[in-house]
T-cell receptor
Framework: RKEVEQDPGPFNVPEGATVAFNCTYS??????FFWYRQDCRKEPKLLMS?????NEDGRFTAQLNRASQYISLLIRDSKLSDSATYLC????????????WGLGTSLAVNP | NAGVMQNPRHLVRRRGQEARLRCSPM?????VYWYRQLPEEGLKFMVY????????ESGMPKERFSAEFPKEGPSILRIQQVVRGDSAAYFC????????????????FGPGTRLTVL
């Protein structure tokens, strides 16, 4: 089983749609959780950290379920510029700085 | 505050040559991470370093690859005797020394070096 698993997609949605991505991780000792986005042939960019209580940043909402070892990202009112690959990232364990990267979920927002 | 800088952005080498990739972390960041991304594949961790120390090199190939982060100057990823399979995008990221569990694990990426081996 992979340490971080994501549905690769692609997700094709119209502008204005709401889309949700899910991610599972295998190590119950992981303590840091992130969503990054990566545009084609560009570097990954931090979208948001994921807190235990869930957090929101504008149109983006992230949730963490430690019991199920599950992270989600919800994007409301999708824009064309949201088209990218979304990467789920967790740290190995505890204070370990090594991050484990999912393979990403591809999103295409269509006009 | 300048972001993570990498150079060169593009590097072409012939088989058997050496490739040197450089990374300057964000100001105030103490840790540097190197990743490799093959076309159409995910990001693969290679190594992470603090000044003058390799902390975790579990993702580095056993031969031909080495990394350093000297007291002065950028971090260097060195690939000796390159082969066609080394062609990839190499990304560097950095993170701060302290700041609480969340912030010091946040990594900020440079634009990458695209290595092409002919």
């Amino acid at each position: 089983r992979k340490e971080v698993e994501q549905d690769p997609g692609p997700f094709n949605v119209p502008e204005g749609a709401t889309v949700a991505f899910n991610c599972t991780y295998s190590n119950s000792a992981s303590q840091s959780f992130f969503w990054y986005r990566q545009d084609c042939r560009k570097e990954p960019k931090l979208l948001m950290s994921v807190y235990s209580s869930g957090n929101e940043d504008g149109r983006f909402t992230a949730q963490l379920n430690r019991a199920s070892q599950y992270i989600s990202l919800l994007i409301r009112d999708s824009k064309l510029s949201d088209s990218a690959t979304y990467l789920c990232v967790v740290n190995r364990a505890g204070n370990n700085r090594k991050l484990i990267w999912g393979l990403g979920t591809s999103l295409a927002v269509n006009p | 505050n300048a972001g993570v800088m990498q150079n060169p952005r593009h590097l072409v080498r012939r088989r058997g040559q050496e490739a040197r990739l450089r990374c300057s972390p964000m100001k105030g960041h103490s840790h540097v991470y190197w990743y490799r991304q093959l076309p159409e594949e995910g990001l693969k961790f290679m190594v992470y370093l603090q000044k003058e120390n390799i902390i975790d090199e579990s993702g580095m190939p056993k031969e031909r690859f080495s990394a350093e982060f000297p007291k002065e100057g950028p971090s260097i990823l060195r690939i000796q005797q390159v082969v066609r399979g080394d062609s990839a995008a190499y990304f560097c990221a950095s993170s701060p020394l302290e700041g609480g569990l969340r912030s010091y694990n946040e990594q900020f990426f440079g634009p990458g070096t695209r290595l092409t081996v002919l």
